[in-house]
């Protein structure tokens, strides 16, 4: 896939080189260094071709990382393969700088011999690399060590390993959910979609299946059609969704169940989106009258559309104001607002609202006259939000885990399901 991976900082030194195919010569490092790191006008553009040669490159702090190929590859996959290099240096040591770079070159050339073989990706999980390679260089392991390291890496399961063991057996799933919106000043919703995902956190003994089952309203029948409709309310409509490797797929389409062997720790067990039957958790309404070209009066009133046994938390609304505005004067019924004249911006916070409730703020905006008569484009107004539950109404239905060699069942252990809601890009235009 890629044929050579250099990493540069700011001077255009090279830090780290690895060359994995012939046809990348010592000439292409330097190619990046003039073409890029000292180029006179900024790159913008995370792929360049020189001379035939394609580079992408991300930069972190000070550093550059390129991966280097004369063959037409997928760039998407690229860019993914070279986030995980980042992530796993970060898990390796902390954070990626030039110092921590050069004093750990040995265990990132180590690193990169198990994580890319001839061009291609081969274990970019943290975890595996974490069991044969340590900060302190390979041990040599006995032949038990080896062949549990062996079966890990080339076996069904190389997400966990044998022999796990806690005193309390715990499972934790995080629903996180960010709603995106776009609204118009008559109300209209312009666009919508939640973006979530499912965060676990798994503290189980052994090798356990766990399985639970989600309320979408994908339903297949024996041939792979979509099912006639027996939908509930309570269904949601996932437009795509994407897995972890430890989920059996063949599962999800058959038995409509989210199956896995969960890996050890904390990890992202699915992302989805969907785009209808949104539950919107605030609607703002704006309000702005221009009086005169001195002054402007705005009114914005937020009301909250949940449960009133809810309460939301950690909001901020974002009230734009002109390039020309000399002062602002406040009104607001809850929360602090203030004007922040570096961001143009009037800064409205709340700590804590419940829910079908409604708050408002006035402003008097004074304005310096100016001779352009380019008109105020009204950037829209801005939210930030935190609610305890899932806008798109995902719900976990049952969660239940079977350790059959352990003996321990689904009762002995603790289970824990929670709900998230954050704004995405909230804006109402005004």
């Not at 860019?79 to 980042?86: G, P, Q, R, S, Y």
Request: aromatic share 10%.
């Amino acid at each position: 896939m890629i044929g050579g991976l250099f990493c540069y900082n700011h001077k255009g030194e090279v830090l780290i080189s690895r060359v994995f195919r012939d046809d990348i010569g010592r000439n292409a490092v330097d190619a990046f260094r003039v073409n890029i790191i000292h180029a006179r006008q900024q790159v913008r553009s995370p792929v360049t071709n020189i001379a035939r040669t394609s580079f992408f490159h991300i930069k972190r702090s000070n550093l550059w990382l390129a991966a280097v190929t004369k063959q037409n590859v997928n760039a998407s996959m690229v860019f993914e393969f070279l986030l995980k290099v980042v992530e796993i240096f970060q898990n390796y040591f902390g954070k990626i700088s030039e110092e921590n770079v050069k004093n750990n070159f040995v265990l990132i050339y180590e690193l990169l011999d198990e994580i890319v073989d001839f061009g291609y990706p081969q274990n970019t999980d943290s975890g595996i690399l974490k069991t044969f390679i340590t900060q302190q260089g390979v041990k040599s392991a006995t032949k038990e060590e080896q062949a549990a390291i062996t079966s890990q890496v080339t076996g069904q399961i190389g997400w966990r390993k044998e022999g796990i063991k806690y005193r309390r057996n715990e499972l934790f799933l995080d629903v996180m959910e960010y709603v995106n919106l776009l609204m118009s000043p008559q109300g209209q919703v312009l666009s919508a979609h939640v973006a979530g995902k499912i965060q676990m956190k798994s503290y189980l003994s052994g090798m356990p299946e766990c399985k639970f089952g989600i309320n979408d309203k994908i339903a297949m029948d024996s041939k792979g059609k979509p099912a006639e409709e027996s939908k509930t309310k309570s269904a949601i409509a996932i437009d795509d969704c994407q897995f972890h490797q430890c989920v059996k797929l063949s599962k999800f389409e058959s038995e409509h169940a989210i199956s896995f062997i969960p890996p050890d720790g904390e990890n992202e067990l699915m992302r989805y989106r969907t785009t209808k039957d949104i539950s919107l958790p605030f609607r703002v309404i704006p309000l702005v009258r221009e009086v005169g070209r001195a002054k402007l009066e705005v009114k914005v009133v937020v009301k909250s559309n949940f449960k009133p046994s809810l309460l939301a938390q950690k909001i901020e609304i974002r009230i734009p104001t002109p390039l020309n505005t000399s002062g602002v004067q406040l009104i607001c019924m809850k929360g602090k607002a203030k004007y922040k004249a570096s961001e143009n911006a009037i800064v409205w916070k709340i700590k804590r609202m419940g829910g079908m409730k409604e708050s408002q703020i006035s402003a008097e905006i004074e304005l310096l006259t100016t001779d352009t008569k380019k008109k105020w484009t009204r950037p829209p107004i801005s939210m930030n939000f935190e609610v305890p539950f899932a806008p798109s109404g995902f719900k976990v239905r049952y969660l239940k885990v079977f350790e059959p060699k352990l003996n321990y069942s689904d009762h002995d252990v603790i289970k824990w399901v929670r709900y998230i809601g954050r704004s995405g890009l909230y804006e109402t235009r005004c």
